[in-house]
């Protein structure tokens, strides 16, 4: 049997190695692909499992458990893309004689994640330590509803009257407590509603007295970048005055209206607020000042939330309280009985964003019925106070993604 040589014309390689050089280019367009979808991915990954051990450890503080913390450190990937050309016979009777191209390719991925808990003396004072009221104002100009951050972080509400302050728990198992709280925080809501609620730091003045005698000729200039400085004639003094940021004041009014003397008396009160105390004080004459009222609210620890999230799955669940008589129109007639609904089931449950299991049954973020809104938002909000509480994870080498081709 003779076998016949067949020759491939000029144009026929051309048509080939452009094939071929095709099939390259496309594997330099995968390589991009590749890494987006790798990164959303892993993004994704990474945020589902802080979802899940946030949920987890608000049932372990329902069981009494120790809470604890697991973070991903750092993720290496690296993919390796191969592509290959070639030629054979084409299959049956003369066309035989006629080579047909071969392409082909393929894709590995390697990924390396570096796991680590999170523990140790700093993250742990952290998480036992209250939020400062500078956390709360910052998520207040994200325009989160103010009932829904106090319920969450703040552990009482301390109202004056009369010069004593009234302590009211955020804790259904103090039922006057509780009720005064959610009424206080539900008022303070309608006015944020009609965009009239303010939370400014409170300007405070500070004044000096020194004699003129002590104050070089050349440090006067860099005095008056700092200070409003006035010379007295009767007593050949210098009088140093600075308006210096104090603490947080929510008010229903603009704090740059009030006058000195107003000023001055706020700054005497403000003396016995401490960093993790967040004022308030709501005047007759302007958006709910029906109820006028001044006091402030205690801050808890991201560690308190957890456990106060825990007790709502037993005996402490939140209830429906009223908002007050005085309080204005609330918008949509929001007032859910739970900071965050939950549902427990033993099997998992449908309709929900994600569920984890404990002891053969199922807890997930209730996501529906008229509520599922609120009830999102505020395990977004629980998600952004663990940022703000855990510290930065060591990382093993350089974190990365790498494409080798």
Same mark, same amino acid.
């Given at each position: 049997?003779?076998?016949?040589?067949?020759?491939?014309?000029?144009?026929?390689?051309?048509?080939?190695?452009?094939?071929?050089?095709?099939?390259?280019?496309?594997?330099?367009?995968?390589?991009?692909?590749?890494?987006?979808?790798?990164?959303?991915?892993?993004?994704?990954?990474?945020?589902?499992?802080?979802?899940?051990?946030?949920?987890?450890?608000?049932?372990?503080?329902?069981?009494?458990?120790?809470?604890?913390?697991?973070?991903?450190?750092?993720?290496?990937?690296?993919?390796?893309?191969?592509?290959?050309?070639?030629?054979?016979?084409?299959?049956?009777?003369?066309?035989?004689?006629?080579?047909?191209?071969?392409?082909?390719?393929?894709?590995?991925?390697?990924?390396?994640?570096?796991?680590? $808990? @999170?523990?140790?003396?700093?993250?742990?004072?952290?998480? !036992? *330590?209250?939020?400062?009221?500078? #956390? /709360?104002?910052?998520?207040?100009?994200?325009?989160?509803?103010?009932?829904?951050?106090?319920?969450?972080?703040?552990?009482?509400?301390?109202?004056?009257?009369?010069?004593?302050?009234?302590?009211?728990?955020?804790?259904?198992?103090?039922?006057?407590?509780?009720?005064?709280?959610?009424?206080?925080?539900?008022?303070?809501?309608?006015?944020?509603?009609?965009?009239?609620?303010?939370?400014?730091?409170?300007?405070?003045?500070?004044?000096?007295?020194?004699?003129?005698?002590?104050?070089?000729?050349?440090?006067?200039?860099?005095?008056?970048?700092?200070?409003?400085?006035?010379?007295?004639?009767?007593?050949?003094?210098?009088?140093?005055?600075?308006?210096?940021?104090? $603490? @947080?004041?929510?008010?229903?009014?603009?704090?740059?209206? !009030? *006058?000195?003397?107003?000023?001055? #008396? /706020?700054?005497?009160?403000?003396?016995?607020?401490?960093?993790?105390?967040?004022?308030?004080?709501?005047?007759?004459?302007?958006?709910?000042?029906?109820?006028?009222?001044?006091?402030?609210?205690?801050?808890?620890?991201?560690?308190?939330?957890?456990?106060?999230?825990?007790?709502?799955?037993?005996?402490?669940?939140?209830?429906?309280?009223?908002?007050?008589?005085?309080?204005?129109?609330?918008?949509?007639?929001?007032?859910?009985?739970?900071?965050?609904?939950?549902?427990?089931?033993?099997?998992?449950?449908?309709?929900?964003?994600?569920?984890?299991?404990?002891?053969?049954?199922?807890?997930?973020?209730?996501?529906?019925?008229?509520?599922?809104?609120?009830?999102?938002?505020?395990?977004?909000?629980?998600?952004?106070?663990?940022?703000? *509480?855990?510290?930065?994870?060591?990382?093993?080498?350089?974190?990365?993604?790498?494409?080798?081709?």
């Amino acid at each position: 049997m003779k076998y016949r040589k067949t020759k491939l014309k000029p144009r026929t390689l051309g048509k080939y190695f452009s094939y071929f050089l095709t099939l390259i280019l496309l594997t330099g367009c995968l390589s991009p692909i590749a890494l987006n979808r790798a990164v959303i991915a892993y993004d994704e990954a990474v945020t589902d499992a802080i979802s899940q051990q946030l949920l987890v450890n608000i049932v372990r503080a329902h069981y009494r458990q120790p809470i604890h913390f697991t973070g991903v450190s750092n993720i290496a990937a690296t993919f390796t893309f191969a592509a290959n050309a070639g030629a054979t016979p084409a299959l049956g009777g003369l066309a035989g004689a006629t080579l047909m191209p071969i392409f082909g390719g393929s894709l590995a991925e390697s990924p390396t994640i570096s796991i680590v $808990p @999170i523990e140790g003396e700093e993250f742990t004072k952290r998480l !036992l *330590t209250p939020f400062p009221q500078s #956390k /709360l104002t910052l998520l207040l100009r994200q325009h989160y509803d103010v009932d829904m951050l106090l319920r969450m972080m703040a552990q009482e509400v301390r109202m004056e009257d009369s010069g004593q302050y009234g302590v009211y728990r955020n804790s259904p198992s103090d039922k006057s407590g509780y009720e005064m709280f959610r009424r206080v925080v539900l008022h303070l809501s309608a006015i944020q509603d009609h965009n009239q609620l303010y939370a400014e730091p409170l300007l405070l003045t500070h004044s000096w007295t020194v004699p003129a005698a002590t104050i070089a000729p050349d440090s006067f200039q860099s005095l008056q970048k700092e200070f409003v400085v006035h010379y007295n004639t009767g007593d050949d003094t210098f009088s140093l005055r600075k308006q210096i940021p104090g $603490p @947080i004041l929510i008010t229903n009014y603009d704090p740059d209206s !009030l *006058t000195e003397a107003e000023r001055e #008396k /706020l700054n005497e009160r403000a003396r016995e607020w401490d960093v993790s105390d967040i004022a308030f004080d709501i005047r007759a004459g302007y958006s709910g000042g029906e109820w006028p009222m001044s006091g402030f609210f205690r801050l808890r620890s991201f560690h308190a939330i957890l456990s106060f999230l825990g007790k709502s799955l037993g005996h402490e669940a939140g209830y429906h309280v009223e908002k007050d008589p005085r309080t204005p129109p609330i918008l949509g007639n929001e007032n859910p009985d739970l900071t965050m609904a939950f549902l427990v089931s033993s099997s998992p449950p449908s309709g929900t964003d994600f569920s984890i299991r404990w002891d053969s049954r199922y807890y997930a973020v209730n996501t529906s019925g008229p509520y599922a809104r609120w009830n999102r938002d505020a395990f977004q909000l629980l998600f952004l106070l663990f940022q703000m *509480t855990v510290t930065d994870l060591p990382r093993i080498g350089v974190p990365s993604i790498t494409i080798a081709k």
